[in-house]
Nanobody, 123 residues
Framework: QVHLAESGGGLVQAGDSLRLSCVAS????????VGWFRQAPEKERDFLAV????????YYADSVKGRFLISRDNAKNTVYLQMNSLEPEDTGVYYC????????????????WGQGTQVTVSS
């Protein structure tokens, strides 16, 4: 089993930056990739970015490409999401999740999820 814990959320103003962290523990050898998702109130959980655990290849949703950057520190079992030029539309609960293979963009491909961290962007 893999355990994931997010941190770094908070209340910021439009245009600000924020960095989220996702620490993995347990059977990290089972992780193929780690993704970040966002869920706004009364909306579905949307894919934002993903990074492969071994070679660090990254992919982004069009809505965050150029503003968000995903990275990882394997020594710390940690994946980061650097978020720049935040907009009110970025408000939501941010989750990280581990992928054992399959589509990077579908929640169904992710087996373990963190508890989420709230990000609120005021205008």
């Amino acid at each position: 089993q893999v355990h994931l814990a997010e941190s770094g959320g908070g209340l910021v103003q439009a245009g600000d930056s924020l960095r989220l962290s996702c620490v993995a523990s347990g059977r990290t050898s089972d992780i193929y990739a780690v993704g970040w998702f966002r869920q706004a109130p009364e909306k579905e959980r949307d894919f934002l970015a993903v990074i492969t655990w071994i070679n660090g290849r990254d992919y982004y949703a069009d809505s965050v490409k150029g503003r968000f950057l995903i990275s990882r520190d394997n020594a710390k079992n940690t994946v980061y999401l650097q978020m720049n030029s935040l907009e009110p539309e970025d408000t939501g609960v941010y989750y990280c999740a581990s992928n054992r293979g399959g589509s990077y963009f579908s929640t169904a491909s992710y087996e373990y999820w963190g508890q989420g961290t709230q990000v609120t962007v005021s205008s």
